[in-house]
């Protein structure tokens, strides 16, 4: 039978923490707070209370496979199937990359620039479309475009924009080889392209490794960058005048990153450093 039984809240927290053995004390605790909150409905204040709470066998079970996948550093987003982004929530799933608070400072940056009425706006590896949306919603009138090479990913996205109640294009392609076929011209041309080093993954954490999708994050150390070439290659291009280029970057590659900028004729290109101060976002303005 599945019946209920009253059990302190505090004593579930506990022993979800014996039974969690991955991260800090600080992030288990954060992480376990965000799994009873959304699987069973738990609030942070029941904790704190000490809430008397309905709990059982059935919950159990649950928990502890729950547990068992947090303890192979599957992340708790994936098991939730959702994550905070700038100011709304976006399904996420293996097929897409966990958006970062680095990609919030990046949003957050074109949304303060950019006060211009109904910009036409490309997002070039969308994922979960976190970009493109934060962008459809906060910049009024923007137009916006989306592009993905993963059908997986493209279908997350979609689900995005109908939850975040946004309008975006969606184009599935393999940018670097296909970019020719995008005929228009936009005000801004935005990216987080893949930019990890295939020789930083040994400093790279379980979780990342063993479960975010390799595609969407690493590059050849001897390539490293390719997407950058063709982004601004197209960007010189696909601008309007006065239009911008900002692109998420990798912290060592930002002097590189201006040299090849004007290369294609971005004169006016500059580091962005983030809340960190390391540098991770390339800004280029067509003249």
């Not at 971005?266 to 809340?275: P, Q, R, V």
Request: glycine share 4%; charged share 25%.
């Amino acid at each position: 039978m599945n019946q209920l039984r009253k059990i302190p809240a505090k004593n579930l927290l506990e022993a979800a923490k014996n039974s969690f053995r991955q991260y800090d004390t600080a992030e288990r605790e954060r992480i376990l707070y965000l799994l009873f909150e959304d699987i069973f409905h738990f609030t942070r204040i029941d904790f704190l209370i000490n809430k008397q709470v309905n709990w059982s066998e059935a919950n159990q079970q649950a928990l502890d496979g729950y547990l068992s996948r947090l303890n192979s550093f599957e992340p708790v987003q994936y098991i939730i199937g959702k994550t905070f982004f700038y100011d709304s929530y976006f399904n996420v799933t293996p097929a897409t990359l966990i958006p970062r608070p680095e990609t919030e400072e990046l949003v957050a940056l074109i949304i303060t620039e950019n006060n211009s009425a109904a910009p036409q706006i490309i997002d070039i590896g969308t994922g979960t479309g976190c970009i493109a949306i934060s962008l459809a919603k906060k910049i009024k009138g923007a137009r916006v475009t989306a592009v993905d090479i993963s059908t997986e990913a493209l279908a997350v996205a979609e689900e995005n924009a109908l939850k975040n109640e946004v309008s975006v294009s969606f184009l599935e392609m393999n940018f670097l080889t296909q970019h020719s076929s995008i005929q228009s011209s936009f005000d801004i041309i935005v990216s987080n392209p893949p930019y990890v080093l295939q020789s930083e993954k040994k400093e790279m954490r379980e979780n990342v490794l063993a479960h975010e999708p390799h595609l969407a994050l690493f590059v050849e150390d001897g390539n490293a960058l390719i997407y950058y070439d063709a982004l601004l290659k197209f960007a010189s291009s696909h601008l309007h005048k006065d239009g911008t280029f900002y692109a998420e970057i990798n912290e060592q590659k930002g002097n590189e990153l201006i040299k090849l900028a004007h290369t294609y004729g971005f004169a006016d290109s500059t580091i962005i450093k983030d809340l960190y101060q390391k540098d991770r976002i390339i800004k280029a303005r067509r003249k």
